[in-house]
């Protein structure tokens, strides 16, 4: 209740390096960004700035979509139902026409693309970076001041190395 007692880091920034974790290491959170993304659009959804069940295109006019089906929204591209690829993930692909290979709402699948549409739809809407949205609505209300919402050039010395099995059809060796 009165702050924080302990801090303590353990292990490896970089394994071959011989690097140990400090406290200003940072490490890739992957997809768990998602969620973070998701809390800022339900965030506008909730101000009345964004209306989860209206055509994404609305939004974001400049999008170029390949579809015979019904506009795909907002909530098509949190719930994973936008019947948008699970791939690719890169962003200037966002800038291409992206195809709509199935009627939104009715299939889910994971789509990497989607969330990069909805941090557009954010910086549309906010008139401001990705960067700044998100650690002024997540991050900076979670008191998560060490994290940086972007990976870039400034921070990469921060960041911690990763690294995985040696055969990938094979478990992690506990030792």
Known sequence: RKGLLRASQYGFADVKAGLKVQPGTLFEIGSISKSFVAI?????????????????????????VESSYAPFTTHHLLSHTAGLSGVPLLMRVATTTLRVGSEPGTRWLYSNIGYVLLGFLLESIEKRPFAEIMRRRVLDRLGMIMSSPVISAAIRDRIAVGYGPLKLDRMFPPH
């Not at 055509?55 to 400049?62: A, E, F, R, S």
């Open 40 to 64: 800022a659009i339900l965030q506008l959804a909730d101000e009345g700035k964004l209306d989860l069940n209206k055509p994404v295109k609305d939004y974001l006019p400049w999008l170029k």
